[in-house]
């Protein structure tokens, strides 16, 4: 029996074997044989001798086959293996194509180190100061960098410069954090009032809008002073939560800030287990880079505090919306003052990730807060109504429809009632919500004409007790 036929007769032996092993474990028997051959031509044996004798000392192939065969067992791990490693190559190269988000990460820390501030003109200069202070709201960090003042277009004003990120940076920043906060005089005075036009109440008042991207906005707010004034106020006055900074006009370039509220060959079990610890690693990093998230909860989380809501919230309720994507969910989540209506839905490899979401603030004491939100993609629409309701006389309720169908010479529109269907009221504490929709038939909705929704609540003998206008707060586009 030559070298080679001995080799064939172990393998057989040892059981099933993939390509390379059965290459490594062949050149292992083989180097054996070699060494033991070379040893006895240096004791007189002649090569062809030594090379039979050399397999005679290596022993029965049967049997060294069959003690081999434990190290070579369970082939299934060969299988989880090599799906460990396709799956690190897909997430590999996903994540490649995610490296320019690590660009949020870099604008966020530059942004800490080195705030951006851009120059205005003063028709009479009083002063100035950079401040580099910070403002915890919520998981967000609003930065004061600069505040100037003086005449400006005729009439004395205060401008300062902020920022806003997130406390970890390369997480996304509420968008319309710096615009819903304002700029304020001593008398509490703000350079622009919506209030008496009903548009946006209470947003906007010192700023006008911001910019930015979604790791980093950059904003600029403006307040009339009068003469002796010597402060400013920056207000954070959202959802139950009020955040008040008071800023010293400076005399000179300097400004106090006073705040008023951080070497044996491995097993196939070894290998099966390094390829899946490198690719759960591989995911869990592309997960970070594309804003995935490993639970639905977290992707909710994650979409509140893109919209500002930072008091912690737990789930209501939640419905599938299987129009738009089969795993999109629409998830109720409320707290004391705050009712989020938002979507989430589940990619591959990369997770559960936030899409959209609507907040309401429920801390000014009225006894309904709802909104309805239309979805659509490819065609076909999904609609949500959803809401929280405090009045204690309101025993059940319906969701009524009604669609503009004509409009008279004075502009006035007739309506027609096109559905009307129960919303189930849930008891979560103290309080009671409802969500109820879903697909949105054609017979319906047909095309995307004007609706009014209506929330009507009823008491126990069946009165009608509440009717409310329900607005929508969202129509989305899926691509």
């Known amino acids: 029996m030559n070298r080679n036929e001995y080799c064939d007769r172990v ?22 044989i070699e060494d033991h051959a070379e040893a006895l031509v240096e004791h007189g044996y002649t090569e062809e001798d030594a090379a039979a004798r050399a397999v005679e000392l290596m022993g029965d192939p049967e049997e060294t086959g069959r003690a081999l065969r434990e190290q070579y067992r369970h082939f299934w791990l060969v299988i989880v293996q090599r799906i460990a490693i396709f799956v690190t ?10 490296l320019p988000m690590l660009g949020g990460v870099y604008e966020s820390i530059r942004e800490r180190v080195s705030p951006a501030v851009n120059s205005i003109s003063w028709e009479e200069f009083d002063g100035a100061a950079d401040l580099h202070e910070r403002i915890l709201v919520g998981d967000d960090i609003v930065q004061l960098n600069r505040i100037e003042y003086g005449v400006r277009e005729g009439e004395r004003q ?21 615009e819903t906060m304002s700029l304020q005089s001593e008398r509490g005075e703000t350079m622009y009032d919506y209030e008496d036009t009903g ?37 954070y006055d959202r959802f139950g939560e009020r955040i008040e900074t008071r800023i010293e006009l400076p005399e000179g370039g300097n400004a106090a800030m006073k705040k008023q509220k951080i070497e044996k060959r491995p097993t196939r079990a070894r290998r099966a287990v390094k390829s899946v610890v490198i ?16 639970t639905r909860a977290m992707a909710l989380r994650d979409g509140e505090q893109r919209y500002g809501v930072y008091e912690k919230t737990h789930e209501i309720t939640s419905l599938p919306a299987k129009n738009i994507y089969k795993t999109l969910r629409v998830t109720l989540m409320a707290s004391e003052n705050v009712t989020y209506c938002g979507t989430s839905h589940f990619y591959t490899l990369l997770g559960w990730q936030d899409d959209f979401g ?27 109504y959803w809401g929280r309701v405090d009045d204690a006389a309101v025993d059940s309720a319906v969701i009524e429809r009604y669609r503009a169908v ?6 006035d529109y007739t309506f027609e009632k096109r559905e009307a269907f129960a919303a189930e009221l849930i008891e979560d504490g103290d ?12 017979a319906n909705y047909g095309d995307y004409g004007w609706d009014r929704v209506y929330f009507v609540g009823y008491d126990a003998s069946g009165a009608e007790v509440l009717r409310y206008e329900i607005e929508r707060q969202m129509s989305t586009m899926f691509a």
């Open 358 to 384: 609507v907040p309401l603030d429920c801390s000014d004491g009225e006894s309904i807060h709802a909104g309805w939100w239309d979805m659509a993609r490819n065609g076909v629409r999904d609609i949500f």
């Open 199 to 235: 548009r946006y109440p209470g947003w906007y008042s010192s700023c006008r809008s911001s910019s930015g991207s979604l790791y980093v906005h950059y904003g600029q707010h403006t307040v009339p002073l009068e003469e002796g004034d010597t402060y400013v106020r920056f207000v």
């Open 11 to 32: 393998l057989a032996q040892v059981g099933r074997l993939t390509a390379d092993e059965a290459n490594d474990l062949r050149n292992e028997l083989a180097g054996h």
């Open 406 to 411: 004509s409009q008279d010479e004075n502009g």
């Open 279 to 294: 690719m759960f690693c591989a995911l869990l990093i592309c997960n970070m880079l594309s804003g995935g998230h490993l």
């Open 89 to 98: 190559i897909i997430a590999c190269v996903q994540g490649f194509f995610m």
């Open 158 to 178: 205060a401008v300062l410069w902020v920022s806003s990120y997130d406390c970890i940076p390369g997480r996304k920043v509420y968008e319309r954090l710096i």
């Open 431 to 442: 309080y009671r919500y409802f969500l109820t929709g879903g697909v949105a038939t054609e």
